[in-house]
């Protein structure tokens, strides 16, 4: 689990605001996932890149939006930002996936972002 | 819908008595079966995670076991101690392996 960077670790931003927060996946990872937690609740799918591609995406609107770099690094955009957008962002890097089997994630330690 | 269904929410025990969470899922294709620990304010660390080709993994204190006849999975812990006070979720990879969706949390107190 450790090795799997994000940044920045906590952020203010006002409703109607973009933001992008990044993410370094562990060495030798070539997937990363983002994952919305809001407080009380368990984390929930956001979407998933690899090979610098969308993979799978979860119930999230196209306010949220990402990107991979070749160096496997990803960055996770929200625009027109809500209040209910509040919540901790979590990357979790893995290997990629091989026929049905799910893969090991590990997660960051997140990026804690208040709308207000 | 496809989902993971955790219990209790809450769980408060002795220190030294044995904690028991359980999950059920929905998608019997999902073969991959892992729990994650998070303290307050931070960020989910995997404990330990089982695979469908075995019915009960172990490591120290902590044991899964799987009943995939029954679609469900528990976390075991033994000798608690107050260090294991935290929230747990379960997780299994509905709709797609590519995508991991967890259970409500189960918030475990340990009272010394």
């Known amino acids: 689990d450790a090795g799997v960077t994000q940044s920045p670790t906590h952020l203010i931003k006002t409703r109607g605001q973009q933001v992008t927060l990044r993410c370094s996946p562990k060495s030798g990872h070539d997937t990363v996932s983002w994952y919305q937690q809001a407080l009380g609740q368990g984390p929930q799918f956001i979407f998933q890149?690899?090979?610098?591609?969308?993979?799978q995406r979860g119930n999230f609107p196209d306010r949220f939006s990402g990107h991979q770099y070749p160096n496997y690094s990803s960055e996770l955009n929200v625009n027109a930002l809500l209040l209910g957008d509040s919540a901790l962002y979590l990357c979790?890097?893995?290997?990629?996936?091989?026929?049905?089997?799910?893969?090991?994630?590990?997660f960051g330690e997140g990026s804690w972002l208040t709308v207000v | 819908g496809e989902n993971v269904e955790q219990h209790p929410s809450t769980l408060s025990v002795q220190e030294g008595d044995s904690a028991v969470i359980k999950c059920t899922y929905s998608?019997?294709?999902?073969?991959?079966f892992p729990w994650y620990k998070q303290e307050l304010g931070k960020r989910p660390q995997l404990i330990i995670d089982i695979r469908s080709n075995v019915g009960e993994k172990k490591d120290q204190r902590i044991a899964v076991t799987l009943n995939k006849t029954a679609k469900h999975f528990s976390l075991h812990i033994t000798e608690t101690q107050p260090e294991d006070s935290a929230v747990y979720f379960c997780a299994a990879p509905l709709r797609s392996a590519r995508q991991l969706t967890f259970g409500s949390g189960t918030q475990l107190t340990v009272l010394p």
């Open positions: 979790a890097s893995s290997l990629v996936l091989t026929g049905n089997s799910g893969n090991t994630i590990y």
């Open positions: 998608d019997s294709a999902s073969n991959y």
């Open positions: 890149y690899y090979e610098e591609e969308e993979r």
